[in-house]
């Protein structure tokens, strides 16, 4: 049984650990090794916790919990990508590589974008590396529109990134 529900500070060293692990298994030749190698179990559980422990701090964070966290989505506020209408953002998601295909990534974009349009957000977007065919496969099967590209540096490589948008309102996932 897999659970999605919002994330707890004891939730963080597991999303730490699907960041990390999910990370190099998606990006390995896409991003640059000393990069991925430099992610920390601790560096990314202290990150996602300061941003917990502020009241302030604008982001949703759930997780799929199979005993232990199997897979994480954070969503919030769009961080200025300069597209009318698309007030909100996925900023990540990722599920271990052995839970993909279960129908879990599903699961939590349908959670964080229900309770993004129960609080009033029109649109999402999300930015994903043009590479990552894996990504955009799983962002396009949801009914993502392609809006448009910019050029990132990640680990001192220039890389290009693709936005798909959702309509909150059509629930097609
Ligand atoms: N191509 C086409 N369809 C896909 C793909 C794909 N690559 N991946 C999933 N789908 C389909 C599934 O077949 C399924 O269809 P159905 O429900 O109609 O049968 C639907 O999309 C949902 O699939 P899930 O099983 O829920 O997908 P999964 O649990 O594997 O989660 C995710 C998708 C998050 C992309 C996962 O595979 C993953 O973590 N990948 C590596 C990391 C990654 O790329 N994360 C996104 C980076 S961008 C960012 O974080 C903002």
Do not use: C
């Not at 295909?101 to 029109?122: I, N, T, V």
């Not at 890389?159 to 309509?167: H, K, Q, R, S």
């Amino acid at each position: 049984m897999v659970r999605i529900r919002r994330a707890g500070l004891g939730d963080l060293p597991g999303v730490a650990q699907v960041l990390v692990d999910t990370w190099r298994a998606t990006y390995r030749g896409v991003v640059p090794e000393a990069f991925l190698e430099e992610l920390s179990y601790e560096g990314q559980a202290d990150r996602w916790a300061r941003g917990l422990r502020d009241p302030t701090w604008p982001g949703r964070l759930f997780v799929a919990e199979a005993g232990e966290v199997v897979g994480f989505a954070a969503f919030g506020p769009d961080r200025a990508s300069g597209f009318p209408g698309y007030t909100a953002e996925l900023w990540a998601i990722y599920v271990l590589p052995t839970w993909q295909r279960k129908g879990l990534g599903r699961a939590l974009f349908h959670e964080g974008a229900r309770l993004l349009q129960a609080e009033g957000y029109g649109r999402m977007l999300v930015w994903v590396l043009k590479e990552n065919s894996q990504g955009r496969g799983f962002y396009e099967h949801l009914g993502g529109v392609l809006l448009g590209e910019r050029e990132i540096e990640l680990g001192g490589a220039k890389l290009w990134e693709v936005a798909y948008g959702f309509d909150l309102g059509e629930q097609k996932w």
